[in-house]
Structures are given as C-alpha cells and as structure tokens.
C-alpha cells in the first residue's frame, strides 16, 4: 500500500498536471489577444504590399511569435495556427509574384485558394482577399481551376467511414472540390462540396456529437447567416469557425477528424454565403440562386441550415432558377 506521503505526493502531481492541461487553450477556445493582434497586423501588411518583398515585416512578425510560443511551451493549437499563418504569408507572397509577372490565372487561382485557407479569416476578411480578383483583368482570369477527378481511398480498418481524398490534378487552386458517390445505376450524384486544400474528408459518424462545441459553433454560424444583409456581417462567423480549425495539427481520433471535417465544410458553406451576398449587392440574382441551389443540395453529412432554408433564400433572388434541387432523403 502506498504511504501517507506518497499518497500526498500522487494528489499534488495531479492537480499540477490538470492545472498545466487546463491552461492549454484548445481549439475553439479562447485565442490569446497577442496572437490575434500578430495575425491582424501581419494581415495589413499583406493587404498594403505590392510586390513579394513587402511581405517580409509581416513574416517577421509571425516568426517572432513562433520563437516567442517556443520559448513559452505554448499550447500545440497556437504553434499550429503560427504554422498556418506562416504558410498563408508564403501564398501570399506566390501571389503577388504571379501578378507581378503577370501571370493572372495563375494569381486569381491562388486568391481563391487563399480565401478558403482557415486560417485567413484569422489574419485578413474574406471579402478583403476576394476583392483582390476585382482588381484582374476579367479576361484574363478563366474559370476557376477545378480538379478533374476525385478518388476516395478508404482505410478497409477504420470503421468511422472515413477516407482520403486524391485530387487527379492542382485541387490546392480550386475554388472548391466537389465530390460524387456511385447511386447504383451506373451514374453519379454530387455528395459534397469541400473546401480544396484538405486532403481527407470524415461522412458524419456516431462519434459526430450535435452538442459539440464544434456543432455549437456551426449553428452561430447557421444563425449569422440567416440574419446577414451584408457579407461583412458574416466575417465574425468565419473567425468563430476558424479557432475550431487545427491547422497543421492533425485530429487523433475518428470523433476529432469528424468535427474537422464539420468546420471545414462550414467555413466553406458561410464563404459560399458570402458570395452570394456579393452576387446581389452586383445585381447578379440567378448566379446567386444557383450557388443557394448549390449549397441546399449538397454536405448533407454536416448541413448548416436545413435545404428549406436556404431554397427560400434562392428563390427570393430568382425564382425562375431551378437547378441544384436538393434531396431531402439524402
């Protein structure tokens, strides 16, 4: 049996130990100040650079917090945001190259792969990055790039229904991936649209809680739609689902993957809100509708508002638009 002092001993490495995990902010919590204001201001210097060059004070910037977190034993969630933040300076950076040379195609691929980046709406508006498309040469840009095919490559042992995504060409400068599944007769259905810089994607599954914080964050963000006139009402939504995501970190468990793949299909839906917003504020009521279409009939593993929802918002922009029904059994 253990001693009265080893037992005392036992007791305070526990409460050492649940005081030192407590103080770990997790993902969806409460982001330091410091680090949000890192973000913020490596964003401006984004936003104001005109060539590859002038985004070095903001590389600083975040390289500074990265030593800073290190010598601090930071939380594995903001070392992980810090990740992301240098990545998205260094596509930023790839971008301003490709206009600098012109190459417009090439930037307009990367603005929209920027936009979609979770961690960009932690740094810089949404609106803010696809306003950079206004300032192209509209026939320059092309449609957006869109992979060819998608493979899914299934796990025979993992039980979750997961699987990996394998895009059969540039997938990281679309504006988004559409995914489709076999209906038994020969012919295909849409079942999702992902966002194109994730490589795995996680069907809803038991381990999927509805009263996640993950779940409580997409129904804010299913209510911020609902209520915005205006895309930059959404920007607050993007933020809150942004904490969520993890980044470079990968989940460990089937019920983290899940509720990863819950906030990446969100960031996706309240962006392709925004735009629809943007298409009526440009007076460009069908493309509006169709992309409301669009969005009601496809996640239905993690939907963000209920099909009847958002058919009602398509047909008040145009009610002559008809495509994109959505499957209520699906």
């Not at 002092?5 to 305070?12: I, K, M, P, T």
């Not at 103080?23 to 210097?45: N, T, V």
């Not at 810089?197 to 911020?224: C, G, M, W």
Request: glycine letters at 6%.
């Amino acid at each position: 049996m253990c001693s009265r002092s080893a037992r005392r001993g036992l007791l305070v490495s526990a409460v050492i130990w649940l005081l030192a995990a407590s103080s770990q902010p997790a993902f969806g919590e409460l982001i330091p100040d410091k680090l949000l204001r890192g973000f913020a201001e490596a964003g401006r210097i984004c936003l104001a650079a005109e060539h590859e060059r002038d985004v070095e004070p903001a590389l600083a910037v975040i390289r500074s917090m990265k030593v800073e977190l290190a010598q601090a034993k930071a939380s594995q969630a903001d070392l992980s945001r810090v990740e992301g933040a240098l990545n998205f300076l260094l596509k930023w950076q790839t971008y301003l190259g490709y206009r600098d040379t012109e190459s417009w195609g090439k930037a307009g691929a990367m603005v929209m792969h920027l936009s979609n980046l979770a961690i960009g709406h932690l740094m810089i508006p949404r609106f803010e990055i696809r306003d950079r498309l206004t300032k192209f040469p509209l026939e320059k840009l092309g449609p957006p790039a869109a992979p060819e095919n998608v493979h899914r490559v299934r796990d025979e042992d993992d039980e979750s229904g997961s699987f990996d995504l394998v895009w059969t060409n540039g997938a990281e400068d679309a504006e988004h991936c559409e995914i489709s599944q076999e209906d038994g007769y020969g012919g295909y259905r849409e079942v999702a649209i992902l966002p194109p810089n994730i490589d795995n994607y996680h069907p809803f599954t038991r381990d999927a809680k509805p009263s996640s914080a993950e779940a409580l964050a997409v129904q804010r963000a299913a209510a911020a739609c609902l209520r915005a006139n205006q895309l930059e009402e959404l920007e607050p939504a993007l933020k809150d689902l942004a904490s969520y995501s993890r980044g470079a970190r990968s989940a460990a468990t089937p019920s983290e993957r899940a509720e990863q793949s819950r906030i990446d299909c969100a960031l996706l839906f309240v962006g392709w809100w925004q735009d629809s917003l943007t298409d009526l504020r440009a007076g460009r009521k069908e493309e509006a509708a169709k992309r409301l279409r669009r969005l009601a009939s496809t996640n239905r593993d993690y939907p963000v508002l209920e099909p009847q929802f958002i058919l009602q918002r398509a047909t008040a922009a145009d009610p002559n638009v008809g495509d994109f029904v959505a499957d209520s059994d699906r």
